[in-house]
């Protein structure tokens, strides 16, 4: 019971990223766009048959797989380390979004054979690769759970220096 928070965020996250999908395939064609705020936002519908920046889309399908078998492994990681208690608070969190992404774009693998992208970010000529909830949810979570490895660490060391003296 004690760990039913963080698995709920990891369903909420999941969950928020398929709906936005289904909304935008719903009402979008293959690389349709509509702005939202000029010259800096538009939603637009792209597929991702790689990683981060379309990372191994040239594969040729096996890298569907091997993302999958990596989501899996790093998502039993992280749960294992949230019910160990290896990360603090914030951590656990942070553990939590990053699987509930991971999830949601699991799933898109599965059911399109590539990962769902719409949100597109630019100025000017500039752009920032279209991605998605699960994406965002990925990153912050990525974020925080490096601040809070580095503040557990540090904790730990100041508790270790403490009873050194």
Not at 100 to 123: Q, S
Not at 126 to 138: G, L
Request: glycine letters at 8%; aromatic letters at 16%; proline letters at 2%.
């Amino acid at each position: 019971m004690k760990y039913l928070p963080y698995w709920l965020l990891a369903a909420v996250a999941a969950i928020a990223d398929q709906a936005t999908k289904y909304a935008v395939l719903a009402r979008f064609e293959y690389r349709e766009r509509l702005n939202i705020i000029p010259n800096f936002f538009d939603l637009t519908l792209v597929y991702n048959p790689g990683a981060a920046f379309s990372f191994l889309a040239e594969m040729g399908g096996a890298q569907k797989y091997i993302f999958t078998v990596l989501a899996f492994a790093i998502s039993g990681w992280l749960a294992h380390g949230i019910v160990k208690s290896e990360f603090g608070r914030m951590g656990n969190w942070a553990a939590a979004c990053i699987i509930g992404g991971a999830a949601g774009n699991v799933i898109d693998r599965f059911v399109h054979g590539h990962v769902v992208d719409f949100l597109l970010f630019y100025w000017r000529d500039h752009y920032y690769p279209a991605f998605n909830v699960a994406d965002s949810f990925i990153c912050v979570g990525a974020v925080l759970l490096a601040w809070d490895s580095i503040r557990h660490k540090k904790d730990g060391a100041d508790s270790a220096h403490g009873k050194a003296a």
